[in-house]
């Protein structure tokens, strides 16, 4: 177990060793935990805003059985990746987009949020004190979890007095236990991911367990995950538990619009910036379960899962298998994507930055 810290505690160094990579072997990374060496933290009251954090070893925080965020659960996390190029370099992915998800989910959590640049900064300075951990190039990437949790103590009902900013990181690879195999979803309709007018939109920690039950039930059936409908018809697709999703139907990909209930991806705006950039038809709206029956291709897209195409979906006892095959719509997006954050296709939106 590590020992718990307080901001007083001074960097050490690390203690992996310094060579250029942590002595872990990088082959078949898959998405378990593997802290890297150092965290970002800073603090500040409800009164002020964030001031200044800093770097220090990973290891357990102190917290008050009286936390906001172990009560009420008020608290948000992100995800985002550092990687490294064949070339050299070290580069981050719109992390841009991960800071101002934050402060849109903030002031719905009612909570202090640090500003954007001090977001990509916490988030450059972990992914640079954890240079060791970042994957050779081809073997994953470095998961990067900025966290913000009301830290402060209350009893009654009310946004905490303290809040806390903490960026750690793990090295990961895949993020399903298939790997790179299609996933073979089920579908869900006595559970829902999130409710009109409640917090699904924002990446809020309180969206993530209410699904572990439908997730163990589903994979206790052999499924990879699940794939919510709406809360209010039961009858138009959400999200999976993990990851937005996409259906191709001809020149078209359609995904649900983010009216509240779904999550803005990072990797679902990116996506589909890309597929409009090589002549698809693309629309956010309500995509009934139904579709799914005659869709061309079904695919997930996350932070944490890249792109990830679906198999088959099983929707009220019935399954609907989707083709796999190099000329899929899904890979074209994937290969554009990774192309982009590899250097290897022209980044005209300025979305990685190198650090
Ligand atoms: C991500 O994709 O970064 C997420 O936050 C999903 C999480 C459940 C791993």
């Given at each position: 177990t590590q020992a718990a810290f307080s901001l007083k505690d001074a960097c050490e160094p690390?203690?992996?060793?310094?060579?250029?990579?942590?002595?872990?072997?990088?082959?078949?990374?898959?998405?378990g935990l593997l802290p890297a060496d150092y965290m970002f933290i800073m603090k500040c009251s409800n009164e002020e805003n964030f001031q200044e954090g800093q770097i220090c070893r990973y290891g357990t925080i102190e917290l008050s059985p009286s936390a906001g965020v172990l009560n009420y659960g008020q608290g948000l996390f992100e995800g985002t990746k550092a990687y490294r190029r064949k070339e050299g370099g070290i580069y981050l992915f719109r992390p841009d987009e991960n800071a101002i998800r934050m402060q849109i989910g903030a002031e719905r959590m009612c909570m202090r949020s640090p500003s954007i640049e001090h977001f990509i900064d916490a988030v450059k300075q972990t992914a640079l004190a954890n240079?060791?951990?970042?994957?050779?190039?081809?073997?994953?990437s470095l998961y990067i979890r900025p966290l913000l949790i009301g830290s402060g103590p209350i009893l009654g009902l009310a946004p905490s007095p303290e809040y806390t900013f903490l960026v750690f990181a793990s090295p990961v690879g895949n993020?399903?236990?298939?790997?790179t195999a299609p996933l073979n979803l089920y579908v869900e309709d006595e559970f829902h991911r999130a409710s009109r007018?409640?917090?699904?939109?924002?990446?809020?920690?309180?969206?993530?367990?209410?699904v572990l039950k439908a997730m163990r039930r589903a994979k206790d059936k052999g499924f990879s995950d699940v794939l919510y409908l709406d809360?209010?018809?039961?009858k138009n697709i959400e999200e999976v538990s993990s990851c937005n999703i996409f259906i191709v139907k001809g020149n078209v990909l359609s995904t649900p619009a983010t009216?509240?209930?779904?999550l803005q991806g990072v990797t679902r705006k990116s996506i589909m910036d890309i597929a409009k950039d090589i002549g698809y038809q693309v629309e956010e709206r309500t995509v009934p379960v139904d579709e799914l029956i005659d869709a061309d291709e079904v695919f997930c897209t996350g932070t944490a899962v890249g792109v990830a195409m679906v198999g088959s979906i099983t929707y009220n006892g019935k399954r609907t298998e989707y083709k796999d095959g190099p000329d899929l719509v899904c890979k074209k997006l994937y290969s554009r994507l990774v192309g982009i954050q590899n250097g290897i296709i022209e980044d005209k939106r300025d979305w990685v930055v190198k650090i």
């Amino acid at each position: 177990t590590q020992a718990a810290f307080s901001l007083k505690d001074a960097c050490e160094p690390s203690i992996n060793g310094d060579g250029e990579y942590a002595d872990i072997d990088w082959n078949g990374l898959g998405f378990g935990l593997l802290p890297a060496d150092y965290m970002f933290i800073m603090k500040c009251s409800n009164e002020e805003n964030f001031q200044e954090g800093q770097i220090c070893r990973y290891g357990t925080i102190e917290l008050s059985p009286s936390a906001g965020v172990l009560n009420y659960g008020q608290g948000l996390f992100e995800g985002t990746k550092a990687y490294r190029r064949k070339e050299g370099g070290i580069y981050l992915f719109r992390p841009d987009e991960n800071a101002i998800r934050m402060q849109i989910g903030a002031e719905r959590m009612c909570m202090r949020s640090p500003s954007i640049e001090h977001f990509i900064d916490a988030v450059k300075q972990t992914a640079l004190a954890n240079r060791r951990w970042i994957p050779p190039p081809g073997k994953g990437s470095l998961y990067i979890r900025p966290l913000l949790i009301g830290s402060g103590p209350i009893l009654g009902l009310a946004p905490s007095p303290e809040y806390t900013f903490l960026v750690f990181a793990s090295p990961v690879g895949n993020y399903f236990k298939e790997g790179t195999a299609p996933l073979n979803l089920y579908v869900e309709d006595e559970f829902h991911r999130a409710s009109r007018g409640g917090a699904g939109g924002v990446k809020s920690i309180t969206n993530y367990s209410p699904v572990l039950k439908a997730m163990r039930r589903a994979k206790d059936k052999g499924f990879s995950d699940v794939l919510y409908l709406d809360s209010v018809n039961k009858k138009n697709i959400e999200e999976v538990s993990s990851c937005n999703i996409f259906i191709v139907k001809g020149n078209v990909l359609s995904t649900p619009a983010t009216n509240g209930t779904i999550l803005q991806g990072v990797t679902r705006k990116s996506i589909m910036d890309i597929a409009k950039d090589i002549g698809y038809q693309v629309e956010e709206r309500t995509v009934p379960v139904d579709e799914l029956i005659d869709a061309d291709e079904v695919f997930c897209t996350g932070t944490a899962v890249g792109v990830a195409m679906v198999g088959s979906i099983t929707y009220n006892g019935k399954r609907t298998e989707y083709k796999d095959g190099p000329d899929l719509v899904c890979k074209k997006l994937y290969s554009r994507l990774v192309g982009i954050q590899n250097g290897i296709i022209e980044d005209k939106r300025d979305w990685v930055v190198k650090i």
